[in-house]
């Protein structure tokens, strides 16, 4: 871990690499969570974390579904790289948060009530039309089920 003034050097100084998780279950509908911290602190969110300095991305993948969903190993489907801007940033200082984003969807079928709550205070599934149309579903993660954000979306 890096010291925390230097952590916000970095956040403030740099985009960061992270992956975001879209996961479905048996009847194809999308897990959230809704996020406990900044930056999308209170907006219902796909599990992700970010890539780590020399971790490499498949284990970064491996930690973060056993991490944000107990998993040791799980199939998985490349969706494409995403930006992410956000107005604010993890600490109460007054900068921006850039993430670019590798966004991979995968399969869970187990139980809400086993996941963690330090980033996600509730879980919920959804399927896409509800994830749309709900206004408390965070911009970023309704990117991946918009036709028009997809695959070109680094480049427009």
């Known amino acids: 871990m890096l010291p925390l003034e230097t952590f916000k050097t970095v956040i403030e100084s ?3 690499v992270s992956i975001d998780l879209i996961v479905r279950n048996q009847q194809g509908q999308v897990l959230l969570g809704k996020r406990t911290n900044r930056p999308a602190q209170g907006f219902w969110f796909v599990p992700g974390g970010r ?3 020399d971790e490499s991305f498949e284990h970064a993948f491996k930690r973060l579904i056993e991490i944000e969903l107990g998993l040791d190993e ?10 992410h801007f956000y107005d604010d940033n993890f600490s109460e200082e007054k900068f921006t948060t850039h993430y670019v984003v590798l966004a991979y969807e995968i399969s869970f079928n ?12 509730n879980y919920q599934w959804l399927d896409e039309k509800e994830l749309l149309a709900n206004a ?5 993660s309704k990117w991946y089920f918009q036709k028009d954000k997809q695959a070109d979306l680094l480049f427009k």
């Open 136 to 140: 408390n579903v965070h911009t970023h």
């Open 110 to 121: 187990g139980e809400l009530s086993s996941l963690p709550v330090e980033q996600h205070s």
């Open 74 to 83: 799980v199939a998985s489907h490349f969706k494409g790289v995403y930006q």
């Open 14 to 16: 740099t985009p960061l």
């Open 51 to 53: 890539v780590l300095k």
